[in-house]
């Protein structure tokens, strides 16, 4: 994007007439530090949408068992167990 040194020289220039000497410093600190929180941000994005994959592929394989083969009482109680899941989450 910028290949030639004057152009660096050009931009650190409208910095420094923007900024001050005593402002530059601060001003790459708190960008350091915005970075740095951002990387962390995505970090644990990533992580927490790896913890969700896995718990959503544990769920899938847990068989559901067949509706036909159960009798009304069993029939019953999977569907309370299965409200109550829906509930609590």
């Given at each position: 994007?910028?290949?030639?040194?004057?152009?660096?020289?050009?931009?650190?220039?409208?910095?420094f007439?923007?900024?001050?000497?005593?402002?530059?410093?601060?001003?790459?600190?708190?960008?350091?530090?915005?970075?740095?929180?951002?990387?962390?941000?995505?970090?644990?994005?990533?992580?927490?949408?790896?913890?969700?994959?896995?718990?959503?592929?544990?769920?899938?394989?847990?068989?559901?068992?067949?509706?036909?083969?159960?009798?009304?009482?069993?029939?019953?109680?999977?569907?309370?167990?299965?409200?109550?899941?829906?509930?609590?989450?």
């Amino acid at each position: 994007m910028f290949g030639s040194g004057w152009e660096w020289i050009v931009i650190g220039g409208a910095l420094f007439l923007l900024f001050g000497a005593s402002r530059l410093p601060q001003l790459a600190k708190s960008l350091g530090q915005s970075r740095k929180a951002f990387k962390d941000g995505m970090r644990e994005a990533e992580e927490e949408a790896e913890i969700e994959a896995s718990q959503r592929q544990l769920n899938s394989n847990v068989a559901a068992p067949q509706i036909t083969a159960m009798s009304d009482e069993e029939l019953m109680a999977e569907m309370r167990r299965r409200a109550e899941a829906k509930q609590q989450s």
